[in-house]
């Protein structure tokens, strides 16, 4: 089985601009979440997506969206970048047969 | 609000040392607790996972332990090697958060030859 894939790896960014992240879970998989993580603050909880409904929201500003498609595929996007919004951008999926949940390897956003 | 510690922060040892990670949390009503291990730059590799009935998983070298009654959970990491050095974190789902995974700051380790 593929594992969870996010696109792109790598993405800069100037500030004020906007950005579209993508993230694919495993086949089968219905729950999507993101997180942050930055050398500040750590990984931090940004939304739970599951079968195209958000049910869960981390406390990001409104700048902070996502949405889920019927295919399970995710995607967050950010809105008048700042230069705090520097950071790794992890996706999770969780199937629901496991409690494991399963991450990709990240989308390491530069905003200049 | 569940709030997650891992001490140390970070830790260096030598080859074949056996070690042990800590994670302490303040709310005990858990789903389940994750342990996974992140290479600089990269995402995180799911290590083990302990669901909330259970006191302990092992797998290969590596032992998760978890007492809910305390608030702590360690990873016991036996005959340590150079390819462990990663930085470990802990993670708890909770009863009412749905997926959503709170995570400890990270413990750093290196291990060296």
């Known amino acids: 089985k593929a594992g969870v894939t996010q696109t792109p790896r790598y993405l800069i960014k100037t500030r004020g601009q906007q950005v579209t992240l993508s993230c694919s879970p495993i086949?089968?998989?219905?729950?999507v979440s993101w997180y942050q993580q930055t050398p500040g603050q750590g990984l931090q909880f940004l939304f739970e997506?599951?079968?195209?409904?958000?049910?869960n929201k981390g406390n990001f500003p409104g700048r902070f969206s996502g949405r889920q498609f019927s295919n399970s595929r995710s995607e967050m996007n950010v809105s008048t970048l700042e230069l705090g919004d520097s950071a790794l951008y992890l996706c999770?999926?969780?199937?629901?047969?496991?409690?494991?949940?399963?991450f990709g390897p990240g989308t390491r956003l530069t905003v200049t | 609000k569940q709030e997650v510690t891992q001490i140390p922060a970070a830790l260096s040892v030598p080859e074949g040392e056996n070690l042990v990670l800590n994670c302490s949390f303040t709310?005990?009503?858990?789903?389940?607790l994750q342990w996974f291990r992140q290479d600089p730059g990269k995402g995180l590799t799911s290590l083990l996972l302990?669901?909330?009935?259970?006191r302990e998983q092992t797998s290969g070298r590596l032992n998760a332990s978890l007492d809910k009654s305390s608030g702590r959970s360690t990873l016991y990491i036996a005959a340590s090697q150079p390819g462990d050095s990663a930085t470990y974190l802990c993670?708890?789902?909770?009863?009412?958060?749905?997926?959503?995974?709170?995570f400890g700051g990270g413990t750093r380790l290196m291990v060296k030859p």
């Open positions: 302990i669901q909330s009935s259970q």
């Open positions: 997506y599951f079968s195209e409904t958000q049910r």
């Open positions: 999770a999926s969780k199937g629901t047969d496991s409690y494991e949940q399963y």
């Open positions: 086949s089968g998989h219905r729950s």
């Open positions: 709310d005990s009503a858990i789903y389940n």
């Open positions: 993670a708890l789902e909770g009863w009412d958060a749905g997926n959503m995974l709170t």
